[in-house]
């Protein structure tokens, strides 16, 4: 069983920055993909971001492509989002999310974690 908590989330104004930090525990996530969703009041979740095991591969929704970066650090087993120019309509709870492949993430990760606020004023 894999168990993984967020954190960073916060309170900003519009072009401001924000560090999401994702830590799993529980077993290793060799060869896991990580990724990151992000879910508004009133709206489905959507997939934000996500990364293979190397780092080698990563992957973004159009509307944060440019102003967010997925990392990560194995030898913590964290995964981070950095979130640049922020804007209102970024306002969500972010969740980190873990499985075997990028179709098993995009299509409903086996793993995830409560989630963290982000929130955006203009």
């Known amino acids: 069983q894999v168990q993984l908590v967020e954190s960073g989330g916060g309170l900003v104004q519009a072009g401001d920055s924000l560090r999401l930090s994702c830590v799993a525990s529980?077993?290793?996530?060799?060869?896991?993909?990580m990724g990151w969703f992000r879910q508004a009041p009133g709206k489905e979740r959507e997939f934000v971001a996500a990364?293979?095991?190397?780092?080698?591969?990563?992957y973004y929704a159009d509307s944060v492509k440019g102003r967010f970066t997925i990392s990560r650090d194995n030898a913590k087993n964290t995964v981070h989002l950095q979130m640049n120019s922020l804007k209102p309509e970024d306002t969500a709870i972010y969740s980190c999310?873990?499985?075997?492949?990028?179709?098993?993430?995009?299509?409903?990760?086996?793993?995830w974690g409560p989630g963290t606020q982000v929130t955006v004023s203009s």
């Open positions: 999310a873990s499985d075997v492949s990028i179709v098993r993430i995009r299509m409903g990760p086996s793993y």
């Open positions: 529980g077993r290793t996530l060799s060869n896991y993909y």
């Open positions: 990364i293979n095991w190397g780092g080698s591969y990563t």
